[in-house]
């Protein structure tokens, strides 16, 4: 069974910088995409960043452009969040999500495995 599990959230002050990781425990597991999804209190889950794991397809939303960066290890089977400029609405819990096929997809429903969410608080 895959697990997938992120780390890195925590407090940070707005302007600030914050890496999420996020790694897929099944070593045999390979992926063909990897994405982040956020989730505000009382909201469903909406679209962050995606991307396949040779990195030559990403997605972003439009909060997040020019500002997170998503990016993939795959030696380490784990994908990353680079996020800059952090504004205090950027402040929810964040989650990772892997499929092991097609497509790239933004959409919450196309992805199979989920990881249980970090918290990022941004402090203006």
């Known amino acids: 069974q895959v697990h997938v599990m992120e780390s890195g959230g925590g407090l940070v002050e707005a302007g600030g910088s914050l890496t999420l990781s996020c790694a897929a425990s099944?070593?045999?597991?390979?992926?063909?995409?990897m994405a982040w999804f956020r989730r505000a209190p009382g909201k469903e889950r909406d679209f962050g960043a995606a991307?396949?794991?040779?990195?030559?397809?990403?997605y972003y939303a439009d909060y997040v452009k020019g500002r997170f960066t998503i990016s993939n290890d795959k030696d380490k089977n784990t994908v990353y969040l680079q996020k800059n400029n952090l504004k205090p609405e950027d402040t929810t819990v964040y989650y990772c999500?892997?499929?092991?096929?097609?497509?790239?997809?933004?959409?919450?429903?196309?992805?199979?495995?989920w990881g249980q969410g970090t918290q990022v608080t941004v402090s203006s």
């Open positions: 991307m396949n794991w040779s990195g030559d397809i990403v």
């Open positions: 099944e070593r045999t597991f390979k992926p063909f995409a």
């Open positions: 999500a892997a499929n092991g096929r097609p497509p790239v997809s933004t959409e919450v429903y196309d992805y199979d495995h």
